[in-house]
């Protein structure tokens, strides 16, 4: 199987890396590092071990790059457009296309652009970022979920499914709706809180004021998913989720980083668009509605 | 009839200052000004003309004061306990306590500590602080709003207005529970506001999600008034606020300066008490609870 991965940061970076180092076939689209890659190779420092891959098939151009059995989909979703120009040169009539990707809402967009591509979500668990020019450097964690939404073959999902395995990551296959809103329990507090009262997970549950927000706020993930109908996003997977996070080392999310780096931060797709479509089903999603318009004050502020 | 101001800041000074300089027998407790004053006298400067009083009734001690035929009190109320202390040596028969302080709550609180004492809410529309020792500056507007609470005798409130409206100050007589959640109203959206997103009132309304946000919060006021059966505590009311807070110059709350200047910051009445009383009656107040929430966490980022 030919692989591309589109968004070579954290997230891009470690899984097409670790698939590269076993010797499958992956192609990398790089932005402003590819001189550098050329070069230098890509760099995976890992607390399960680093590596340096010196010869990546890299590309400055998606034009440039083949044909491709599974794309993998890194990019911040701020960039989410970008998908309509990037993605029609690898697609073939099988491609499936995962999104690993924070949010609710991508792959309807996604669909929307590509009607009838494969479509799959990557839920990845992982503590990494980029360090710098073709350079990952992966903190912990680095389990995947996958979710196939609009695949009509399931061998095709457990095709990468068994690839990620070979190569050394723990891989599971989830039910879609499950996955992404499971998700977003933890996401949709954390990410917007450590922006707003700039601090870390650690703080945010060490105060009993935010400890309760927290829950709220997952509690509110709840509602949402028992409105629209998605099982096993309940009360038992809040407690877990909290617990899980106390033992967590302080960690500072996406959103958090995206914010104090002077980036976009994926307002849209980790709020705006869960909390629509909840409100659609007739949940409101009043306190991390609120933190989406705290968000949106920040962002405008920041760019002044 | 002879006045006490306990608390003399921005509010205090400004009241009291413009009833002694009438010629009202006006006796002021001060705390660190105390010897300043008994120096340099008392001076306001005013939007309606600057003044200075030389010689003022200035005392250090509760206890060195004559009893009073009323009682302004505009202190903070994180203070609010050291009433207990201050207020018996200042009392007598028909002593009226009027509480010149924000929030919801405060009455309720004051008459369990003082059961027989009349009562009066002070409802104060300024922008007005202390510049310095002895020293208030008073911005813009200055009208205030007196509620009965408990005061057995109508006359003696309107004997009140009287010397207010005797000394320039524009004073009105509204219904108690009306007058403490109209000022919620604008309050409560506000001060924490502010706080928690570093700004002031014009960005606020600048912005389309937080000019949202805050009519949700006003609308949240306006629920829980509801809910308890105060009148006249609506939409067009919301809306008049909106566009007073539009036309006015961009403006921190008092809890914004408390915040920027590290001193303890009125959550419990502003927020807590209303937040309570309303969910007791039946309201919950999501919005307004997650920035009380929010307020918590920062305030104990602050002390440490």
């Known amino acids: 199987m030919r692989y591309a991965v589109i968004g070579v940061g ?61 794309v993998l989909v890194a990019l911040k979703t701020v960039n989410e457009q970008l998908l309509k120009e990037l993605l029609p040169p690898l697609l073939k009539d099988d491609t499936l296309v995962v999104l690993i990707q924070n949010g609710v809402g991508v792959e309807q967009d996604v669909q929307q652009w590509f009607p009838d591509v494969a479509l799959a979500a990557g839920l990845a668990f992982i503590c990494s970022a980029k ?7 992966h903190q912990c964690y680095g389990s995947i979920n996958i979710g196939n939404f609009s695949c009509p073959d399931p061998r095709r999902v457990d095709a990468v499914l068994d690839d990620l395995h070979a190569a050394g990551i723990e891989a599971a296959n989830v039910e879609y709706h499950e996955a992404r809103w499971k998700k977003a329990v933890w996401n949709m507090p954390f990410n917007g ?6 601090t870390q997970t650690d703080q945010l549950l060490a105060n009993p004021a935010t400890e309760r927000l927290v829950r709220d706020m997952m509690m509110e993930v709840v509602g949402a998913a028992r409105a629209l109908g998605v099982p096993h996003v309940d009360e038992p997977f809040v407690e877990k989720m909290m617990a899980m996070t106390r033992v967590m080392t302080p960690y500072s999310p996406s959103m958090k980083l995206d914010f104090d780096f002077h980036r976009p931060m994926e307002i849209e797709y980790i709020y705006s668009r869960p909390i629509a ?24 502020k920041e760019l002044k």
């Open 277 to 300: 479509i909840a409100r659609q089903a007739g949940f409101h999603m009043a306190k991390l509605e609120m933190l989406e318009q705290q968000l949106r004050f920040l962002m405008k």
């Open 10 to 70: 954290g997230v891009g970076g470690y899984y097409g890396g670790k698939l590269a180092r076993i010797g499958k076939d992956v192609h990398f689209l790089f932005h402003s590092d590819y001189e550098y890659v050329l070069e230098h190779g890509l760099r995976v420092d890992s607390c399960d071990g680093d590596f340096l891959l010196p010869h990546v098939n890299a590309y400055e151009r998606a034009a440039d790059m083949p044909q491709c059995d599974v």
């Open 193 to 198: 809180l450590t922006v707003t009262l700039d």
């Open 131 to 137: 360090a710098g020019p073709g350079h990952v450097n």
